[in-house]
């Protein structure tokens, strides 16, 4: 729901970049090691800066259905250009540092049905600002906004519960691509046995979600003029999550702990008035949760589970405010398979079970979903296809996705996209959305 925007100094920071020298980066925004590799292995410049600047073109294939109010007609539904920039530094062997950020500009625009390319809206977005200290072999330390990525589910947010995910257009891309930086001490603590890892956000926000009147705003079946929503600060600003891991023959097994501040929004007040206030909060919950993998051969066996307490649920009348919070244990159980030449195939089962579950509730009791992946690589992995199909958990809709890229050199990709979102019921999550139906093509440079 909320972006971590400095405006002031990032535009500053794009000034410097754009006047540094680029450099080329085969790991381009890849993550520092934590353990195991040496920085002493491939020397590396002191200062890099790299980007990339995409041109991307969204077309509606049919007319969403009402009550969405972004297009009424099949045709172009986002012409849009992205730069993305990042400043690396390393002083010393010890010591580094990282810098990136993203501006957007969407060109295109509709209103009363009419298609215009004369908007500029500008969108300055602040992504990786942290710092890494290594504190001998014995302690790493990241400090700043940040992602850390845990867990072993891709449907759903299980033991993976310290980054929000941006949901403003759902499905559209991979989880890596989804997961919303927060502000973060980090800290990790190697051993011959185990793998002990602490974070301590500060104000790490929720899930991101449309905005009013874009293609998926989550109030797309409250008129404007009916109610206005405002977003309350959690009673507790901060979150304490930890996680322990241990490394055997042909797989890991991790534990995760944390006192968090949930990402889902949820109504927290109902104030009458003309139109009606509806404040949006996050409620406050723990996890518990076990995740871990192992290899047998040409299979990877993944599994993720965890007690969630304190859920904020919606309840069948949308008049109750506020909601209701139960308490929920999720699952999730995923082979991958890769004895296919050039092939790599994956199933991921996904089930929520909602304790203490009443009639009122618009959740089911138990909520089952799925996860399938599979992906083709040839011309030495410079063509990659892939085809998802994303069943939500509780039937509430499909959305199935067929993406192609090709490398045309290490600097030039190009992509495409298809979107597909299916629902049958109109209580499903999906059912406003099913006509958002769209193809994606864009055109990436690397530098």
Known sequence: MRTVLYRSAWRAALLLLLHSTAALADDFFADIPTEGKSSAVTERPRLSVTGELSQDLAYGLAAPLPPASHRDQAGVDSLSQRLRLQLTAKPNDWLS????????????SWDNGELDF???????????AYADAALGNKVWLRAGNQIIAWGEAKGLAITDVINPRDSTKPGQAELEDIRVQVPALYASFPTEDFFTELAFTWDAGGIKTAARGEAFDPFITVPTASAEFFDVPPEKHWELIGRVSVNFNGGDLSIVAGDLNWDEISAVKLIPDSPSRIELGQARGQVLGFSGNRAQGNWLLRFDVAQQWNKPLRSADVTQIPWDTRDQTLYAIAAEYSGISDWLISLELDAIQTHQHTPELAVEHWQLGYFARARWAALNERLRTQFVVNGLPGDDGRITRLSLQYQWSDALHLNTDLVLYHAREPEALLYNYRNQDLIRLSVSYFF
């Open 97 to 108: 540092a990282r810098l990136s950020g993203t501006t957007s500009f969407e060109w295109a």
């Open 118 to 128: 004369s908007n500029t809206d500008t969108d300055l977005e602040l992504k990786d």
